[in-house]
């Protein structure tokens, strides 16, 4: 299989401060890692995309120095959500592709964050 | 930019009856087309993709899907439901030509009556 795990599964910080989310394929290297977010009773959007060893590329609207993202290794990439604010709030997804099969995403149960 | 489009955000199906969850995309390709389903607290599951080929695709847990180049469409279906197949479904498409990102419809929402 291809399993994808997100740590922690629940957090909930201060305003003002930041938060890291993990992002781990278990089982295979992830060429490209994916950050989504979910508000509740809504669809996911694509955050950043990123690859090992690369800046993540943002979209639209997405504020970099906000939400940091590093993809050190082929297995690990993290999200970091700096002097949070209570409109962070929300369900933070993370999904990997191999480079094998790079439209085939698997994704983590994702992570959910409360600010304060 | 592509897009998707989910119309029903609530369908209500009783057990053991048929189903049938709309999708329509936009895009200016052939696109790459998944379908996806969250249950409460988890992660999503693919249930089934279209990349090229046979237009009607099978899937997990007796899901299929039918991709309609002339209706834009990729609608996902199953003959009988069952009370655990509850869950947000959601619709999503990649362009091609790379690991891109996915984008997703809004999602429905199916509720099983017994």
């Known amino acids: 299989g291809a399993v994808v795990s997100q740590h922690p599964s629940r957090v909930i910080c201060k305003s003002g401060t930041s938060v890291k989310i993990e992002c781990r394929s278990l089982?295979?290297?992830?060429?490209?890692m994916f950050w989504y977010r979910q508000f509740p009773k809504q669809s996911l959007m694509l955050m950043a995309t990123?690859?090992?060893?690369?800046?993540?590329?943002?979209e639209q609207g997405v504020e970099k120095d906000k939400f940091l993202i590093n993809h050190a290794s082929l297995t690990l990439s993290t999200l970091t959500v700096t002097s949070a604010h209570p409109e962070d709030s929300s369900f933070y997804i993370c999904?990997?592709?191999?480079?094998?099969?790079?439209?085939?995403?698997?994704f983590g149960p994702g992570t959910r964050l409360t600010v304060t | 930019a592509q897009s998707v489009t989910q119309p029903d955000i609530h369908i209500t199906v009783s057990e053991g009856a048929s189903l049938e969850l709309r999708c329509n995309y936009s895009?200016?390709?052939?696109?790459?087309l998944f379908w996806y389903v969250q249950s409460p607290g988890q992660g999503l599951q693919l249930l089934l993709k279209?990349?090229?080929?046979?237009?009607l695709v099978q899937g997990i847990k007796g899901f299929e899907a039918e991709f309609k180049r002339s209706q834009s469409s990729f609608n996902l279906r199953k003959p009988s439901v069952h009370w655990s197949d509850a869950a947000e479904y959601f619709c999503?498409?990649?362009?091609?030509?790379?690991?891109?990102?996915?984008?997703f419809g809004k999602g429905t929402h199916l509720i099983i009556q017994p």
């Open positions: 895009y200016g390709a052939t696109p790459y």
């Open positions: 990123s690859n090992e060893g690369s800046k993540a590329t943002y």
């Open positions: 999904s990997a592709s191999k480079a094998a099969s790079l439209h085939e995403q698997y």
């Open positions: 279209y990349f090229s080929g046979d237009t």
């Open positions: 089982d295979f290297q992830a060429t490209t």
């Open positions: 999503a498409v990649a362009s091609g030509g790379g690991a891109d990102g996915l984008t």
